[in-house]
C-alpha cells in the first residue's frame, strides 16, 4: 500500500513539472521532494529523507533560491500549502515565496509573502492565493509600508491564478551554514479569499486612504474614531471604569508582592531563586515579578510625509496649534528618522493633544501611570520616552548601544559585537552610562540591557569573521597572537589549515575566507571572543552602576555556548519571543540563570491596521486569548521572571521610518484602548503573585 501511494505521489509530481495543471480532488501537488521533479537550485543543495535542502553557504549577498518551472492554473485553489523545514537549531529562518507568471490586469504578475521558521521547526506554510486590486498601479505608488491595504495576510498579488509559470522559495542570507529544507508544495481548496471593497478602487477613489487620526478611510470596525467627542467620551468610559475596578491592594510601592516571603532589603532592585522559583526582589525586600510594557511614549505613530502627501485626508496647516506634531518626535527612534532627513508628522500625539486638551503631556503621563496600576502592570521597559519613565513612579529599565568599533570583517547586514579587545571598548561605554547620571542614582531603575538582538552565528563564526577583517582590527591581532603562541611556526599552522599563508604577517593582512580546516581553531577564538564581551560589559557596569542588574542584550536567536558565557557575567538573560507559549521554554543544561522576556505580542487584521506584527491571530478575542495563554506559561515557568508586551500604543498605519506598521498596541493610534486585550491585561495582572506560586 505504501509503495503503490509513492508511485501515485510520483507520477502526479511527474505531470505537473511537464506542463500540468489539472486539479486532483481538492488539492495539486506542484512539488514533492520525495519523488523525481524537475527544479533549481541557486546555492548549495543537499538532498535525504524526503528534504531537498538549501544552504546558504557564503557571505555575499545573492540569496539561496529554490525555482520551478511550469505552467499551473490555481483558479480552483484557495491557497498554496507549503512544508518547510529549518535545518538551524537555534537560529531562525525568514523564508520568502514568490509566485510569478502573467498578471491579473497587467502583462506581469506575482504574488509575495514572508515567514519566520523556528529553529529546529516543521512548518506547514497556508499562504491565500489572495485578490488582485482592479488597479494593481496603486500598489506602485505606496511605498514606506511593511504591509498595505492590499495585503491578505501578509500576501501581496497582481497575479492571475490561471497563469502561473515560476514559483520561488527563498531566504534571507544569514549566516554560513543556515539550512532550509522543502518537503512539498501543494495547492489545496479551502475557505475562499474575501476580496475586500477597496480593491475595486480607482487610484482618484482610493487616494487619500488615512483619515484625519491616522486611520485608515476606506474600512469601519469597532472602536473607531469618528470624531473628537468620540476621543473625550472614550476617556471618560475608561475612567469611570478604573473606578469600578479598584487595582490590586497587595502591592509595594515598587510593585512587589506585600503578602510574598520577604527578602534583604539592599536599595536595589536583585534577583534571588526562591523555593525553587527565579525572583527578582524590589528595593524594599519584597518578590517582584516584572510585567511589564515596551516603548510607553506619547510619539508611538510618527510616520513620514514626504512624497507621501495624498496618502493623507486632512494635515495641519501653518498656524494651526497641530503644527506642532511635525517636530514632536519619539527620542528614542528619532536618530533613524533624522539619518532619512525626512518630513514626519506624530498622529498619536496629536490624538493626545485632541483628548486631553491643552496640558496633554502631564494628563497623559498621568493616565499613563493609572492604566499600568489598574492593568497591574509594573514595569517600562526600554525605548520608553524618558519623561514618563524618569518621574520615577513605575519601575523601569534602559537600553545602551555600544559605538566602539565593529569587526570589520562581518557582513554589513548583521548586528554583530562590537570588538571588545579595542582600547576604547570599556571607556566609552563607561561614558555612556555616566550619561545617565539620573537613572544611576534612581532606586526605580533596576538595569540596563546593553546591545540588541546581536548576531552569534554558529560557534566558529565571529572567529572567521575576525580572520576577514582588516590587520589593524585588535580582536585580529589577538587571534593571531594566539595561534602563534599555539603552532610557533607558520608552517604548523598551514599543516593544520590546509593553507599556504607565507607567514605571520599575511595571515594577519589576508581577508580572504579562512579554509574549512580552521573552524575549530575560529570557534575557540569565538569563545575567547565573547568571552571578553559580556566580561569588559560587566566589570563597567560594576564599576559605574554598582546595584543596576546587567539584563544582557535581548537575544532573537543564539547559540548554547553564548549563553553558557554569558550565565558567567550577566545577571539575567533576556530574549524577544514572539511565541505561543513559553512552556517549553529552558536554558542550555548547567545553565541557571533568570530571564526576562523582553518583547512579545499578538496581533490581529480586523481593527484597521494592516499588518498583525510578528505572531499573527484571527481577530482581538483570539489575540486576547493569546495574551492569556502566554502570561500564563511565563508565571509557571521558573527561569522567568517577566515579560515586556510590545509596545504600549499601535505603529502607525502608514509605517514608522522602516516601514513597520504593526498591530501590537494595548492602545490604538487614538489612545484608545483594545478593550478584549486589556480585559486578560488587567485579569493576568490583579493575580500576578498569586499564579506564580500556584495560590490561586
Not at 514533492?32 to 535542502?53: K, L, N
Not at 498578471?103 to 516543521?122: C, F, M, P, Q, Y
Not at 509559470?165 to 549566516?175: G, P, R, V
Not at 579562512?514 to 560587566?538: G, H, M, R, T
Amino acid at each position: 500500500m505504501k509503495k503503490m501511494k509513492k508511485i501515485i505521489t510520483a507520477i502526479l509530481s511527474l505531470l505537473m513539472f511537464s506542463a500540468c495543471s489539472t486539479g486532483v480532488k481538492d488539492r495539486l501537488y506542484i512539488f514533492d521532494a520525495g519523488a523525481d521533479s524537475t527544479f533549481t537550485v541557486i546555492g548549495h543543495q543537499e538532498t535525504g529523507d524526503g528534504i531537498i535542502w538549501i544552504t546558504d553557504t557564503s557571505d555575499v549577498h545573492t540569496p539561496p533560491v529554490f525555482q520551478l518551472m511550469g505552467h499551473w492554473d490555481l483558479s480552483g485553489y484557495s491557497h498554496i500549502k507549503v512544508v518547510l523545514v529549518s535545518g538551524n537549531a537555534t537560529e531562525n529562518i525568514n523564508a520568502t515565496f514568490r509566485m510569478e507568471g502573467s498578471g491579473a490586469k497587467t502583462e506581469e504578475g506575482s504574488l509575495n509573502t514572508k515567514i519566520s521558521v523556528r529553529a529546529g521547526d516543521t512548518l506547514e506554510w497556508l499562504i491565500p492565493i489572495a485578490p488582485s486590486p482592479e488597479q494593481p498601479e496603486i500598489l506602485g505608488s505606496l511605498k514606506g509600508l511593511r504591509a498595505t491595504p492590499f495585503s491578505i495576510d501578509g500576501v501581496t498579488s497582481t497575479i492571475d491564478p490561471t497563469q502561473v509559470t515560476k514559483i520561488l522559495i527563498s531566504f534571507d542570507k544569514w549566516l554560513k551554514g543556515t539550512k532550509l529544507g522543502l518537503r512539498e508544495v501543494l495547492a489545496v481548496q479551502g475557505k475562499a479569499v474575501p476580496t475586500p471593497s477597496w480593491f475595486a478602487l480607482s487610484q482618484r477613489d482610493f487616494f487619500p486612504f488615512i483619515d484625519q487620526y491616522g486611520q485608515f478611510i476606506h474600512k469601519d470596525w469597532p472602536g473607531k474614531t469618528k470624531s473628537d467627542e468620540d476621543l473625550r467620551a472614550d476617556l471618560q468610559k475608561e475612567l469611570d471604569e478604573m473606578a469600578s475596578i479598584p487595582a490590586s491592594d497587595d502591592r509595594s510601592r515598587y510593585g512587589g508582592w506585600l503578602k510574598g516571603k520577604k527578602q534583604e532589603a539592599t536599595g536595589n532592585f536583585q534577583v534571588q531563586k526562591v523555593d525553587g522559583k527565579w525572583w527578582m526582589v524590589d528595593p524594599d525586600g519584597h518578590l517582584f515579578w516584572s510585567n511589564g510594557v515596551v516603548r510607553v511614549t506619547p510619539s508611538s505613530a510618527v510616520t513620514i510625509i514626504d512624497d507621501r502627501e495624498n496618502y493623507f485626508s486632512s494635515l495641519p496647516e501653518a498656524g494651526s496649534p497641530y503644527t506642532a506634531f511635525y517636530t514632536t518626535r519619539d527620542e528614542f527612534l528619532y536618530t533613524y528618522y533624522r539619518s532619512w532627513g525626512v518630513k514626519t508628522f506624530d498622529f498619536s500625539a496629536a490624538n493626545i493633544r485632541k483628548k486631553y486638551g491643552e496640558g496633554w503631556r502631564t494628563a497623559y503621563r498621568n493616565m499613563t501611570f493609572k492604566r499600568l496600576k489598574h492593568w497591574g502592570m509594573n514595569t517600562i521597559s526600554a525605548g520608553s520616552a524618558k519623561e514618563i519613565y524618569r518621574e520615577d513612579r513605575v519601575p523601569y529599565c534602559d537600553r545602551i548601544e555600544l559605538k566602539t568599533a565593529r569587526i570589520d570583517g562581518a557582513p554589513d547586514r548583521l548586528n554583530v559585537i562590537r570588538d571588545p579587545f579595542h582600547l576604547d571598548f570599556s571607556k566609552q561605554f563607561a561614558e555612556q552610562l555616566r550619561d545617565r547620571k539620573e537613572e544611576l542614582a534612581s532606586t526605580w531603575c533596576y538595569g540596563y540591557f546593553v546591545d540588541n538582538k546581536l548576531v552569534w552565528g554558529a560557534d566558529h563564526d565571529l572567529g572567521r569573521w575576525v580572520l576577514k577583517s582588516s590587520a589593524d582590527q585588535p580582536a585580529k591581532k589577538v587571534f593571531v597572537s594566539d595561534l602563534q603562541h599555539k603552532y610557533g611556526v607558520i608552517t604548523a599552522l598551514n599543516v593544520a589549515w590546509k593553507s599556504t599563508y607565507d607567514s605571520w604577517e599575511e595571515l594577519l593582512t589576508s581577508r580572504a575566507e579562512p579554509s574549512e580546516a580552521s573552524l575549530n581553531d575560529c570557534a575557540d577564538f569565538s569563545a575567547s571572543l565573547i568571552d571578553q564581551y559580556f566580561k569588559s560589559v560587566a566589570e563597567v557596569m560594576q564599576q559605574v552602576a554598582p546595584g543596576k542588574l546587567y539584563l544582557g542584550c535581548r537575544y532573537v536567536t543564539v547559540n548554547a555556548r553564548v549563553l553558557e558565557i554569558a550565565a558567567r557575567y550577566c545577571d539575567v538573560l533576556t530574549f524577544d519571543l514572539f511565541w505561543d507559549s513559553l512552556s517549553d521554554f529552558k536554558l542550555p543544561q548547567g545553565v541557571d540563570k533568570p530571564v526576562l522576556i523582553g518583547e512579545f505580542h499578538f496581533g490581529a487584521l480586523d481593527r484597521g491596521l494592516f499588518h498583525p506584527g510578528l505572531n499573527q491571530k484571527g481577530n482581538q478575542d483570539e489575540r486576547a486569548l493569546a495574551y492569556e495563554k502566554y502570561m500564563y506559561s511565563a508565571l509557571l515557568n521558573p527561569f522567568v521572571v517577566g515579560t515586556a508586551w510590545h509596545q504600549f500604543s499601535d505603529q502607525a498605519t502608514t509605517g514608522r521610518f522602516d516601514g513597520e506598521n504593526f498591530q501590537d498596541g494595548l492602545t490604538d493610534v487614538c489612545d484608545r484602548v483594545y478593550p478584549e486585550t486589556i480585559a486578560k491585561v488587567r485579569e493576568i495582572g490583579s493575580k500576578l503573585y498569586q499564579i506564580r506560586t500556584g495560590h490561586l
